[in-house]
């Protein structure tokens, strides 16, 4: 072996050695992160969140520390050149005197071969080993005393940092001397929902207040043995009574876990109502609460049809589609129709559901579509259809809960109302239609409108001339659809209107109130007497007055438009198309005719009766909040002992809070606010602050009764 | 000064869905009934009030019946629901008299949606003597008692309760069409059958 | 004329009797320091935020004879506590004061008033209410509260009775009634109702129609201590005019016909008060005519609200229109509820009700303060004696006269 050859070797050798001595200090570094986290969290108890970091923090410290020496140290090493390496042996090997160097420099010379032996005889390996051995005996060292640290420590405790875990509580370093004097010490609470809801069980560590779903399993679990829970309380108010039947049946047992130190459980079942658990220990008792929240019903939204109508004829298919969504999980879905046969005292009802779906787990968002066959449907005249959109939610425990959309109502006409009806066919509507060319019309108007400063007189007259033919046109139809729901038939226009051009050589706005009243008159001819409407306006009047003024706006624009002012047009256009929502909206009043009114003559009646009544004697009704008196009373007195055995005041704080009003949920967070802030410690002001202000309510400003009071 | 409007004003529910108007003459019936036997300063006609409208609040009295299928629209059910928190009193009369019927089964599942559920009115409520004695529960009707609609005589009504007051009154024993004539028309019977109304308006007007 | 030897004589005589006289006031500033020297003095400033106790030391401090002058900027602070007379226990705060004021209690702050004035009533208050503004503290105890007697409604059927009824109820009011359906026949709520109020068992009556009913008995009632409320078409009540602040009444219609304006009240009509007594306090106004009234009578006291129709006030209202009627029947009622003191609330004489008989509470720290020290001296100067009794510029005037008259005497040949 040339003495290159030993060099080379000698390099190797060094540079692995650096590289392991690289590693050892990273896993020392690693490991030295781990043992502070676990003796940390033996003393101060970190958050999951802290310790779910910690692992990662140690991998990176190590990775990072492996990285730096490889970069300064290793790479070093391996990159030197045989001189380099030559002359670090020349330096620890001093009876060498440079022979090494000198026989590298010239390998095949005089003076090489000379000191041939003398290199050769040098104790090159062995002192390589010695400074490899002496590199990584120190880092081997320190990585096996962390790592016997780290071993030495219960189990648990280091587990909460390597393998951290919502309710590893228990674990902790020490849980079993503290459990030993007092087994409520630390409680775990685990919450696992229905199996239909699909979601994970949720932990919760020393809580003040659990929520969970109705139908959800309840285990609470602690270390030491003597534990017993009851569910329930004497001071719960009456609403929640249901909640101690509801909770004594569940089964409540405390087990020893194998294993030391030992541990209980006790197995819970939701309560329907807020309810305390109150967990009783050798030394003290403790209490947590269980706060139930509901799995909300589906909600649906029938999108077709979009809105009431009424049929000529019933042929032809109803396009249906609705769209549903849950909060947990939809089950199935359909379209639920009731039709309604008769008239008086002979009404008949058949009800169906079509395009019925049901739905995979987990879909919280579907649509469905269908159609409705209306010719199968035998449906005649005056027949009504009542249709609207249902789904079901997957809860096998407290439902399925079922919601519905809003009923759309379907009515085939008669013919006798022909005249006096929409009778269109379904969306859109006659109305609507007209809006949108309305509002065609109108963009084009402003598009000329901007455009006019760069015309020339001509062609802007001209332009202008064209759109107030459509706009002309456009009144006319709605003028049609109004004569016609006014029973003048389509050249009631013609025949109403003294001045419209055609009949009398000029066009003019139509009085609306006059032709209004007219229909009025006409409609109520033949009734006696009408019950007066609650509302100012009769149906007919309702729907038409609307059109009626779109009808006259339509023919100021065209006017305007006529002697090419397209902008002095555009705010009469706006105003139709205002006005024609109108008369959309008002669509859903039903014309089916008045019932008679009757005015009852007062003072010819008045004490006519020949039976008399007898005395009566009213019952007094409850006060609306009997309870919050004794409720603040309460938290006053959880107040006295919140420096002395603040978790007794935690304790009272959910009593307190178990006979809150179901629907008070601003005074329930706020309570449990102060519960958890009291548990945790510190400063517990502010959260009492706010307890008490939710609980007492905000102060009020007193009124003009101020100086006479006292 | 007048008063602005009379303490009691007879009003009758319109809702989208279904034939509100179908017993025009209850009203008027009602409201002769409520001047012949007290002092209560009643309105002469009745007036329609729609269920979605905020003049619903205008009458903390209201009267609904139909035949057809009863669904309340979003903003029916919300107008519904404030109104009878606010203490307002809905009397709900199935003109079907039949518990098989649709105006029954959907009117239970919207007034439950919108107010509460339904539950039968303990017979000895204060509603039975709040001017007439009615020891035995709500009167009978005729069309109960020939056998219409669901051949059934029902024992109770049924109410939508906050605390011990109504809020909701249900009835299946069709009084739409037991009190549905004219006023005029009363002299031809023995006993009023009208009298149970005034117990509900009075009901409504104190407690 | 005088020679000049004669002339000169005199101004000698001149300067010696003015030095006599210098080295007499000489003498007497000394006596007076002296005298200073002897009287002890405690100088202390003081922020308004000082205890009762440490003011009430100060206070002994310049009876027994030590001058105590104080100065500071003390601001001008005052307030005062009393229980509502209401089923449902909270305290009125009354607070006046220069600026902003942040109202607290043991357990932290309640509320603040930016006015610097105005009243609040608060629900819960643990231990000594404090009132701050700037350094100044104002400490009043809470009234214990005392639960009123029963309150006697008296109407017809109607949609008023029914909801102020109902609203007294909610609010936690033990209701008596009397409601008229047929003038024979009423409905009643409570044994109480028969006859009349009756103090004992009734803290209020409430009147709500024109019908003159047992108007004899709430005339007692009221001069006995009993309260009244006419309200509505109560406050036209005939029967009760002898006791209503106002004379007359006149109907005016509501100034708006829906409750989406700025104040509720517009929307309702109105019995507008008229001819009000002199001693009849206006409570509440609309449009310059009066809307509320109220006077004592006796040992008793009526109100006169004329809003009528408040029940569509409660369901025609906003979101917050049926707490906000409850609270209005709540606290109209009890603006007038009789309350029977029992003997631990009762206060000694010439204390104040309301106020605290804890030394410690203070409605009013400038005030006590002044009342206590006196005022506050405009600059901190010690009364005691700060120079020597001689002024250096004295002795050398008294120098210069002995120095003249000596110098004249000389040369007038003189000894």
Known sequence: ?710 | MGRLMPDFTFATAQYDSGDWDSAPLVPANVIDSVARYTAIDVAPTGVIVPLGSRDLFKYPLVYLTGHLPVRFSDVERTRLGEYCARGGMLFVDDHNHDVDGQFHKTAWEAIAGAVGPLQDLPNDHALYRSFFRFPDGPPTTSHELNGWGDNLVHKHLQAVLRGDRISVLYSSKDYSSEWNYHPDNKRFFSVDNTRFGVNIVVYALTS | MPSRAETRGFLELVARTAVVLLLAAALWRVVQARRAEATPSVQVRLTGAERAATRDSLAALARSGVTVPWSGEIPALAAMAEGVREPAPATRVSVVADGAVVLGDSLGTIDSLAAGSGSLVVAGVRGALRAGAGSAMARVDPAKHVAPGRVLVLGRAGWESKFVIAALEEAGWSVDAELAVVDTLTVRQGAGARGGPRLGTHAAVVVLDSAPRAAAAIARFVAAGGGLVLGGEGAANGAHRALAPARTVRAVRPLSRAFDGVGPMDALPLHALEALRADALVLERREGRIAAAARRVGAGRVVQAGYGDTWRWRMEGGADAAAAHRAHWSRLVGSVAHVAVPPDVVTSPGTPRGTSADASAEGAPLAATVHALGAASPVATARTPTGPPLPGWLGALILALLLAEWASRRTRGLA
């Open chain 1, 1 to 710: 072996m040339t003495s290159t050859d030993r060099i080379r070797r000698a390099r190797t050798t060094l540079a692995l050695a650096l590289a392991a001595r690289a590693l050892l200090v990273a896993v020392a570094s690693a490991l030295a992160v781990v043992a502070v986290g676990v003796v940390v969290d033996s003393v101060a108890g970190l958050p999951l969140t802290l310790r779910e970091l910690l692992l990662p923090a140690a991998l990176l410290t190590g990775a990072a520390v492996f990285a730096s020496l490889f970069l300064l140290r290793v790479r070093g090493a391996w990159r030197a050149t045989d001189e380099d390496v030559a002359l670090w042996l020349e330096g620890r090997i001093p009876s060498l005197r440079y022979a090494l160097v000198t026989s590298l420099g010239a390998p095949q010379s005089p003076a090489a071969r000379a000191l041939a032996d003398e290199v050769a005889s040098a104790p090159v390996e062995r002192t390589v080993r010695q400074a490899s051995g002496h590199a990584l005996w120190r880092p081997g060292v320190v990585a096996l005393v962390l790592l016997g640290l780290v071993s030495l420590a219960p189990p648990g405790a280091v587990a909460r940092v390597t393998a951290p875990e919502a309710g590893d509580l228990l674990a902790r370093a020490g849980g079993a001397a503290r459990a030993e004097r007092d087994p409520l010490a630390t409680i775990v609470v685990r919450v696992s929902p229905p199996a239909y809801t699909g979601l994970p069980a949720r932990t919760f560590e020393d809580p003040s207040a659990v929520p969970a779903l109705a139908g959800s399993r309840v285990t609470v679990e602690g270390l030491g043995a003597g534990v017993r829970a009851i569910v329930g309380s004497d001071t719960v108010r009456a609403t929640t009574r249901a909640t101690t039947r509801a909770t004594t049946r569940a089964t409540t047992r405390a087990s020893a876990r194998e294993g030391s130190p030992p541990s209980w459980v006790v197995a819970l079942a939701v309560p329907a109502q807020p309810g305390a658990v109150r967990l009783l220990g050798p030394a003290r008792e403790r209490l947590f609460l269980i706060d139930p929240y509901a799995d909300s019903v589906p909600t649906a939204r029938l999108d077709l049809p979009a809105r009431d109508s009424v049929l000529r004829e019933a042929r032809g298919d109803l396009a249906l589609a609705a769209e549903f969504r849950d909060d947990l999980g939809l089950a199935e879905g359909a379209f639920e129709y009731i039709i309604s046969a008769g008239a008086g005292e002979t009404f008949t009802f058949r009800s169906g559901r079509v395009a019925a779906r049901r739905f995979d787990a987990g879909v919280r968002v579907a649509r469905i579509a269908g159609v409705l066959p209306l010719d199968s449907l035998r449906l005649g005249a005056g027949d009504l259809i009542h249709l609207r959109a249902v789904a079901t939610d997957r809860n096998d425990v407290t439902g399925p809960g079922t919601g519905a959309s809003e009923t759309r109502t379907i009515r085939v006409a008669r013919p006798d109302e022909y005249d006096s009806v929409a009778v269109d066919p379904m969306p859109p509507t006659e109305p609507e239609k007209n809006a949108l060319s309305q509002r065609m019309i109108l963009q084009m108007t402003q598009e000329l409108h901007a455009r006019a400063p760069r015309l020339a007189a001509p062609v802007l007259q001209r332009e202008s001339r064209a759109i107030a033919l459509e706009q002309t046109r456009l009144r006319k139809r709605v003028g049609e659809v109004v004569f016609l729901r006014l029973g003048e038939g389509e050249g009631g226009e013609h025949a109403h209107f003294a001045g419209d051009g055609h009949a009398h050589g000029e066009e003019g706005p139509v009085d609306a109130e006059e032709i209004l009243a007219a229909a009025e008159r006409a409609a109520n001819a033949g009734a006696t007497r009408m019950l007066e409407s609650e509302g100012d306006e009769t149906p007919i009047v309702a729907i038409n007055r609307p059109l009626l003024e779109a009808y006259n706006h339509m023919w100021r624009a065209a006017t305007e438009l006529e002697t090419a002012r397209p902008g002095e047009a555009i705010p009469w256009m706006e105003r139709a198309i205002e006005a024609l929502q109108r008369a959309r909206a008002a669509e859903r009043i039903y014309l089916r005719g008045r019932p008679a009114r009757v005015v009852v003559d007062l003072a010819k009646v008045r004490g006519t009766g020949k039976e008399r009544g007898s005395p009566v004697i009213r019952d007094p009704r409850e006060p609306l909040d009997a309870e919050r008196e004794a409720r603040l009373a309460r938290f006053d007195r959880a107040l006295d002992v919140v420096r002395a055995d603040p978790g007794a005041a935690a304790d009272t704080i959910l009593l307190v809070r178990v006979s809150l009003p179901a629907d008070d949920r601003a005074t329930a967070r706020a309570l449990d606010a102060a519960a958890d802030a009291l548990r945790r410690g510190g400063d517990v002001t502010a959260p009492l602050q706010s307890a008490r202000r939710a609980l007492a309510g905000p102060p009020v400003r007193a009124g003009a009764l101020v100086p006479w009071g006292g």
